[in-house]
């Protein structure tokens, strides 16, 4: 049985940071493209980033570029999610998710992503 697990999410206040794990168990997380989603109250889910399958490439939503920043270590099979400088606006629930069939490189679309986390709940406080 596949599961993903999310943690580090807490109450912080603007400005500071937050690491966000997210680990596998259940397949071999280096086969997946792993990525961060997001949901607001009342909000839709969001795209955050997401990461390849060596690391070495990823992709961010423009609300979080040069904040976020997304990197995994295989041998644990997590993948982590550093954010930096976060604002009220970044209060969600962080979801990651595993997409094992990889049809589009790097989606930003959650329906490609197959495996999910139970979310970890970040709120920041003005």
């Known amino acids: 049985q596949v599961q993903l697990v999310e943690s580090g999410g807490g109450l912080v206040a603007a400005g500071g940071s937050l690491r966000l794990s997210c680990t596998a168990s259940g397949r071999t997380f280096s086969d997946d493209y792993v990525g961060w989603f997001r949901r607001a109250p009342g909000q839709e889910r969001e795209f955050v980033s997401v990461?390849?399958?060596?690391?070495?490439?990823?992709d961010y939503a423009d609300s979080v570029k040069g904040r976020f920043t997304i990197s995994r270590d295989n041998a644990k099979n997590t993948v982590y999610l550093q954010m930096n400088s976060l604002k009220p606006e970044d209060t969600a629930v962080y979801y990651c998710a595993a997409d094992a069939a990889r049809r589009i490189p790097l989606s930003r679309e959650y329906y490609e992503y197959d495996y999910w986390g139970q979310g970890t709940q970040v709120t920041v406080s003005s």
């Open positions: 990461i390849s399958r060596d690391g070495g490439t990823t």
